[in-house]
């Protein structure tokens, strides 16, 4: 039996050193509220700032859900912050 132990156990780390890294980052989620007409400038900071849009409504009034990385949460809230942009955590 520690043969077959030590043959798995083998196999596990050298998968684990043959396997690619993959670096994600880590997102925040939120929804945004706003005026139609605000829409490309919305789309120019989530573009800009590499947010993933998760849903959108757009309409007069549009409905946006974005995912925001977290190392740049705090720019991207700002500046939709000065458009009048209304935002909440999901």
């Given at each position: 039996?520690?043969g077959?132990?030590?043959?798995?156990?083998?196999?596990?780390?050298?998968?684990?050193?043959?396997?690619?890294?993959i670096?994600r980052?880590v997102?925040?989620?939120?929804?945004?509220?706003?005026?139609?007409t605000?829409?490309?400038?919305?789309?120019?900071?989530?573009r800009?700032?590499?947010?993933v849009?998760?849903?959108?409504e757009?309409?007069?009034?549009?409905?946006?859900?974005?995912?925001i990385?977290?190392t740049?949460?705090?720019?991207?809230?700002d500046?939709?912050k000065?458009l009048?942009?209304?935002?909440?955590?999901?």
């Amino acid at each position: 039996m520690p043969g077959l132990i030590n043959a798995y156990r083998s196999a596990a780390a050298l998968a684990l050193q043959l396997a690619p890294i993959i670096q994600r980052p880590v997102l925040i989620q939120y929804r945004l509220q706003f005026d139609y007409t605000q829409i490309n400038d919305v789309m120019k900071i989530a573009r800009r700032c590499s947010c993933v849009i998760l849903k959108q409504e757009l309409q007069l009034f549009c409905l946006l859900e974005l995912a925001i990385p977290k190392t740049r949460t705090e720019i991207v809230m700002d500046k939709l912050k000065n458009l009048g942009v209304t935002a909440e955590r999901i």
